[in-house]
């Protein structure tokens, strides 16, 4: 069974990097045609996808959060990691990982982390 499980910090000021961990057990990040993708829920809002981190280590960002997202991994540890720059208050939401098995803009994910709240105030 993989889990997976999201930390970081809560809240975060505006201007400055929201940075997520999540941590894969049960199963490689590295495993064949698994796609990693971090997603977040505003409140009121629907869920959207943020970006991945591929098993070979590739990259894809949602065009409208590209120019500030960073995605990476810690395969030795099993960890994705999500840095987000420059922050506002619209960037407040619950934040996902998720794995698929393969890719694409309506894939279903069949793995889940529950969630992290984070909260951009000042």
């Known amino acids: 069974q993989v889990q997976l499980q999201e930390s970081g910090p809560g809240l975060v000021k505006p201007s400055q990097t929201l940075s997520l961990t999540c941590t894969v057990s049960?199963?490689?990040?590295?495993?064949?045609?698994?796609?990693w993708s971090w997603l977040r829920q505003p409140p009121g809002k629907e869920l959207e996808w943020i970006g991945y981190i591929g098993y070979s280590g590739n990259t894809d960002y949602s065009p409208s959060l590209k120019s500030r997202t960073s995605i990476s991994r810690d395969t030795s540890k099993n960890q994705l990691t999500l840095q987000l720059t420059s922050v506002t208050p619209e960037d407040t939401a619950v934040y996902y990982c998720?794995?698929?098995?393969?890719?694409?803009?309506?894939?279903?994910?069949?793995?889940w982390g529950q969630g992290t709240q984070v909260t951009v105030s000042s």
């Open positions: 998720a794995r698929s098995v393969g890719w694409s803009r309506t894939v279903k994910y069949d793995y």
């Open positions: 049960g199963g490689s990040i590295t495993s064949k045609v698994t796609y």
